[in-house]
């Protein structure tokens, strides 16, 4: 991927270049290695973290992201026109990087932010409100990266 920092931060401007046709082969294949790197430093973490009790809101959450992650790529699938659609991959790949970065910012600020405001809350009431918000954040992120989808597929149409 070239050097400059809208190929990572600036959905437009990746938008703008996928409706162009000029994203390159191997800028694509950068976004599906940034996937893959995240995917599978999540599982080395949990892999690798030593947990003797899960707690049932932890196994919550780990189902829940699982479940919202395939129906989440169903959607987007259908998003971009489903079995009449073009390019799904070539499309999904980069706008998953830049929008999904804001995010995994935006989770991470949430997570500070319940720090401070569920001080005196017990380990349970932390973990829910954690999981109620990284399922929030995920929908909302496959709600964004949807309608990117469907509006590349859109001016893909009217061309």
């Given at each position: 991927m070239p050097g400059d920092h809208r190929y990572l931060w600036s959905t437009r401007f990746v938008w703008e270049r996928l409706r162009a046709g000029t994203l390159s082969e191997a800028a694509i294949f950068g976004y599906f290695l940034a996937i893959m790197a995240f995917d599978w430093l999540q599982f080395t973490i949990i892999a690798t973290t030593p947990?003797?009790?899960?707690?049932?809101?932890?196994?919550?959450?780990?189902?829940?992201?699982?479940?919202?992650?395939?129906?989440?790529?169903?959607?987007?699938?259908?998003?971009?026109?489903g079995a009449k659609g073009e390019r799904f991959l070539h499309r999904y790949f980069p706008l998953s990087v830049t929008v999904g970065w804001k995010f995994v910012v935006g989770f991470y600020a949430a997570m500070w932010f319940i720090g401070p405001t569920l001080a005196g809350a017990s380990a349970e009431v932390r973990g829910w409100s954690s999981t109620l918000i990284l399922a929030g954040l995920n929908i909302a992120m496959f709600w964004r990266i949807g309608a990117q989808l469907a509006s590349l597929a859109r001016a893909a149409t009217a061309v």
């Open positions: 947990h003797p009790n899960v707690s049932l809101w932890s196994a919550v959450n780990s189902w829940a992201t699982f479940v919202m992650t395939l129906a989440g790529l169903i959607y987007l699938y259908m998003r971009n026109g």
